[in-house]
């Protein structure tokens, strides 16, 4: 593999996913790579996460994710509740694998960081190598 396939395979050094476990959404994976994110739940639940300001949401804004350092920052809006493994909170830096729920009865999202190197990454690598053209 040369240098420039190698560097086209890399992911930014700390990617950062919220994983939905429960809801509508559920086995689904949002990749965060961006500044500021903007998370609404529709009425059945159904999470949506888009870059702030990108485009307007229909639903009612619950949450920002805000990037800081090599993570980022949830901060609740508009009365809507947050919790962070099991905790109400207001805003919070996120932490590996913490357990987020919107809303009182709203989905359950795990947050992960990816960082270079990390076994996800790897395996990422290693399997588009295994792909041969018919």
Same mark, same amino acid.
């Given at each position: 593999?040369?240098?420039?396939?190698?560097?086209?395979?890399?992911?930014?050094?700390?990617?950062?996913?919220?994983?939905?476990?429960?809801?509508? @959404?559920?086995?689904?994976?949002?990749?965060?790579?961006?500044?500021?994110?903007?998370?609404?739940?529709?009425?059945?639940?159904?999470?949506?996460?888009?870059? @702030?300001?990108?485009?307007?949401?229909?639903?009612?804004?619950?949450?920002?994710?805000?990037?800081?350092?090599?993570?980022?920052?949830?901060? @609740?809006?508009?009365?809507n509740p947050l919790w962070i493994?099991?905790?109400?909170?207001?805003?919070?830096?996120?932490?590996?694998?913490?357990?987020?729920?919107?809303?009182?009865?709203?989905?359950?999202?795990?947050?992960?960081?990816?960082?270079?190197?990390?076994?996800?990454?790897?395996?990422?690598?290693?399997?588009?190598?295994?792909?041969?053209?018919?």
């Amino acid at each position: 593999m040369t240098e420039k396939e190698n560097s086209a395979n890399t992911v930014d050094s700390a990617t950062a996913s919220l994983d939905i476990l429960t809801g509508p @959404a559920r086995g689904t994976v949002s990749w965060l790579s961006g500044n500021a994110f903007e998370v609404s739940l529709n009425d059945a639940d159904m999470i949506r996460i888009a870059e @702030a300001g990108s485009e307007p949401l229909q639903d009612g804004i619950v949450a920002r994710l805000s990037r800081c350092s090599d993570g980022y920052e949830i901060e @609740a809006r508009a009365q809507n509740p947050l919790w962070i493994n099991g905790e109400r909170v207001e805003s919070r830096q996120l932490q590996q694998r913490d357990l987020i729920e919107f809303g009182d009865t709203g989905p359950l999202s795990r947050y992960r960081i990816h960082r270079q190197g990390d076994r996800l990454h790897l395996e990422m690598r290693l399997s588009s190598w295994d792909i041969r053209p018919e």
